[in-house]
């Protein structure tokens, strides 16, 4: 019985020391943290070579513009029925959620038409 809490024990040591070490590379690379951010907004363009969407809106009399990269994980919808990339247009209200992927903005979801 001696020999069961003495190995249970080095177990549940080796868990915790385990835990700290991997606790220390969470800012390595470790773990991605990716959080997720909403914009909302008119398309101005969209690029399909590239696969970038650009859409603008007004705030406080100036004009914004954000250029988001999609990939093929991007799901768009209309009226919550599924859509293509290619059904996106100039002058389309949107709504998009996205997260910074280094330099880059990456669009998760898109959603056309208005909140």
Same mark, same amino acid.
């Given at each position: +019985?001696?020999?069961?809490?003495?190995?249970?024990g080095a177990f549940?040591?080796?868990?915790?020391?385990? &835990?700290?070490?991997?606790?220390?590379? +969470?800012? *390595?690379?470790? @773990?991605?943290?990716?959080? *997720?951010?909403? !914009?909302?907004?008119? $398309?101005?363009? @969209?690029?399909?070579?590239?696969?970038?969407? !650009?859409?603008? *809106? %007004? $705030?406080?009399?100036? /004009?914004?513009? +954000?250029?988001?990269?999609?990939?093929? !994980? %991007?799901?768009? %919808?209309?009226?919550?029925?599924?859509?293509?990339?290619?059904?996106?247009?100039?002058?389309?209200? $949107? @709504?998009?959620?996205?997260?910074?992927?280094?330099?880059? @903005?990456? !669009?998760?979801?898109?959603?056309? &038409?208005? /909140?």
């Amino acid at each position: +019985m001696k020999k069961v809490r003495v190995i249970v024990g080095a177990f549940i040591l080796c868990l915790v020391l385990s &835990g700290f070490s991997w606790a220390g590379e +969470m800012g *390595k690379g470790g @773990i991605n943290i990716q959080v *997720k951010k909403r !914009a909302v907004g008119i $398309v101005s363009s @969209i690029d399909f070579e590239s696969k970038t969407i !650009a859409i603008k *809106k %007004t $705030v406080d009399g100036k /004009e914004l513009k +954000m250029a988001l990269i999609y990939d093929y !994980a %991007t799901t768009v %919808t209309k009226d919550n029925e599924p859509k293509s990339i290619a059904e996106l247009k100039p002058g389309d209200d $949107v @709504i998009v959620v996205y997260v910074r992927d280094g330099s880059n @903005i990456l !669009a998760k979801s898109i959603k056309i &038409g208005k /909140e």
